[in-house]
């Protein structure tokens, strides 16, 4: 099993007690006769967040033809949030061959993503890098597609990776904050059985 507690994209230290929530997890695993070693695999997180900010501005102008199809009129300016509407107007602007070339980029990023995991059947990770953020922090307009997804892998970190890779995760609520609220591991392998497994066995 492979750890880690940081995050893969641009993003303040990981909070302390999520940090906690995943080594006491890790020490659980070991005593359960699992290997663990630190570490991370590798990949461009600037590519990666680039590339899903195209794909969010092409699948946002789908929504907005759905929509459109639905009403039987085009939707309104207070029928989608307003970040929505940010990726809709640069989902226009997105060429075909912007569009391909994102997905290019996710498939090569998920080449090195499992390449870093050869040896290794499992990532042991923060579901989130904080505790629960306050309400209406990560559904805020920042200007732009990638600015908002900026601010939302900062939160998020790996859970992005799951998504890109196609990779099966779960999310665990192993941990907990001072207040009371739940802290989330997450375990990513290409495969879900060995994720239910493991599930299974730190709930026993």
Request: glycine residues 8%; negative net charge.
């Amino acid at each position: 099993i492979l750890v880690a507690t940081g995050s893969p994209f641009p993003a303040p230290a990981t909070d302390p007690h999520v940090v906690a929530a995943v080594e006491d997890t890790g020490r659980t695993l070991e005593g359960l006769g699992h290997r663990l070693e630190g570490g991370a695999p590798a990949f461009d997180p600037d590519a990666v967040a680039d590339a899903i900010a195209v794909l969010h501005n092409v699948s946002n102008v789908q929504l907005y033809d759905l929509a459109t199809a639905h009403l039987g009129r085009e939707p309104r300016e207070d029928e989608f949030e307003p970040s929505t509407w940010v990726m809709i107007r640069e989902g226009f602007e997105t060429s075909g061959v912007r569009y391909a070339d994102a997905i290019d980029t996710l498939h090569a990023q998920t080449r090195r993503f499992v390449a870093g995991m050869a040896g290794h059947d499992v990532l042991l990770v923060p579901t989130l890098l904080c505790p629960p953020p306050p309400y209406r922090v990560l559904d805020q307009p920042r200007g732009t597609t990638r600015a908002f997804f900026d601010v939302e892998f900062a939160h998020t970190g790996w859970t992005a990776m799951a998504n890109v890779t196609g990779w099966a995760a779960i999310s665990l609520p192993l941990g907990t904050t001072p207040e009371g609220l739940p802290i989330g591991v997450q375990l990513m392998a290409p495969d879900e059985t060995i994720l239910l497994q493991l599930a299974a066995a730190l709930e026993d």
